[in-house]
Antibody
Framework: EVQLLESGGGLVQPGGSLRLSCAAS????????MTWVRQAPGKGLEWVSG????????FYADSVKGRFTISRDNSKNTLYLQVNSLRVDDTAVYFC????????????WGQGTLVTVSS | DIQMTQSPSTLSASVGDRVTITCRAS??????LAWYQQKPGKAPNLMIY???TLKSGVPSRFSGSGSGTEFTLTISSLQPDDFATYYC????????FGQGTKVEIK
């Protein structure tokens, strides 16, 4: 059974940083691209970042480019998102998701971790 | 960047109704489109991929169609469990979601 479990969210002041983690199990982690998607309170889904299975290729939405860094440790079956220079409008639930073959649809999602940016 | 526009934003319907949601892409995405269902406080759930392929276990009352820039999600006979928000997503160039369509009880 595929499981994705996010952690690392919390309350942070504007300008602060956090590292989000996503522990994966139930599939061969290293051969699948992974992604982060966020959802601000009461709003829709926004794709944030993606990474290839080997970690060599990374992709970012314009809204987070230069502030967020995606990475993965295939030996630990874990995906990360380092979020820096946080702004109030980064407040959201952050979901990790497994990407199906060739950067396609997102077939499994975690339950999400809440990041609140407030002074 | 490819923009995705869903309509309507909110849809009021009754159990048993036939419901159609439209998703338009700002440029051709061939058939590289997925649909997700999300219920309050939960993660999205994949329903359809490649515009018209139902994920295993998704009820056959759901169907998807379209190609190029215009796509539809149809629920042939709305059931109580179907009241939720639905999102389309393109994966032709990176990934973009539509703004969502909330299906609510009339």
């Amino acid at each position: 059974e595929v499981q994705l479990l996010e952690s690392g969210g919390g309350l942070v002041q504007p300008g602060g940083s956090l590292r989000l983690s996503c522990a994966a199990s139930g599939f061969t982690f290293s051969i699948y691209a992974m992604t982060w998607v966020r959802q601000a309170p009461g709003k829709g889904l926004e794709w944030v970042s993606g990474i290839s299975g080997d970690g060599a290729n990374t992709f970012y939405a314009d809204s987070v480019k230069g502030r967020f860094t995606i990475s993965r440790d295939n030996s630990k079956n874990t995906l990360y998102l380092q979020v820096n220079s946080l702004r109030v409008d980064d407040t959201a639930v952050y979901f990790c998701a497994k990407v199906e073959i060739d950067y396609a649809w997102f077939d499994y999602w975690g339950q999400g971790t809440l990041v609140t940016v407030s002074s | 960047d490819i923009q995705m526009t869903q309509s309507p934003s909110t849809l009021s319907a009754s159990v048993g109704d036939r419901v159609t949601i439209t998703c338009r892409a700002s440029q051709s995405i061939s058939g590289w489109l997925a649909w997700y269902q999300q219920k309050p406080g939960k993660a999205p759930n994949l329903m359809i991929y490649k515009a018209s392929t139902l994920k295993s276990g998704v009820p056959s009352r759901f169907s998807g169609s379209g190609s190029g820039t215009e796509f539809t999600l149809t629920i042939s006979s709305l059931q109580p469990d179907d009241f939720a928000t639905y999102y389309c997503q393109q994966y032709s160039s990176y990934w973009t979601f539509g703004q969502g369509t909330k299906v609510e009880i009339k």
